[in-house]
């Protein structure tokens, strides 16, 4: 089992950027598929990105990378939008560190969540 804890986020004006970090507890981090979803108000929550593979809205402007020393998913964040508003999610599943998934029931761990408001 894994416990995610997500930070980075916060109120940035449109065209600014944000790193998000997801810390993964356990001593396996680099056995898990990590992905990185959201959830704006009123919608389902949705794939953003994971390994190098990223929704078409976001791609060109958001990173992901992942640092199996520290335990750590980064989701790099740049030229960020009003309609990039909401709780960004990373999530983990214990499939190997390239067998992403983009359907969030396939993830069973979730991080609490980190809003990430952008202001026009």
């Known amino acids: 089992q894994v416990q995610l804890v997500e930070s980075g986020g916060g109120l940035v004006q449109a065209g600014g950027s944000l790193r998000l970090s997801c810390a993964a507890s356990?001593?396996?981090?680099?056995?898990?598929?990590m992905g990185w979803f959201r959830q704006a108000p009123g919608k389902e929550r949705e794939f953003v990105a994971a390994?190098?593979y990223y929704t078409d809205s976001v791609k060109g402007r958001f990173t992901v990378s992942r640092d199996n020393a520290k335990n750590t998913v980064y989701l790099q964040m740049n030229s960020l939008k009003p309609e990039d508003t909401a709780v960004y999610y990373c999530?983990?599943?214990?499939?190997?560190?390239?067998?992403?998934?983009?359907?969030?029931?396939?993830?069973?761990?979730w991080g609490q969540g980190t809003q990430v408001t952008v202001s026009s």
């Open positions: 999530a983990a599943r214990r499939t190997g560190s390239n067998w992403f998934s983009v359907r969030s029931v396939e993830y069973p761990y």
């Open positions: 356990g001593r396996t981090f680099s056995s898990y598929a």
């Open positions: 390994s190098t």
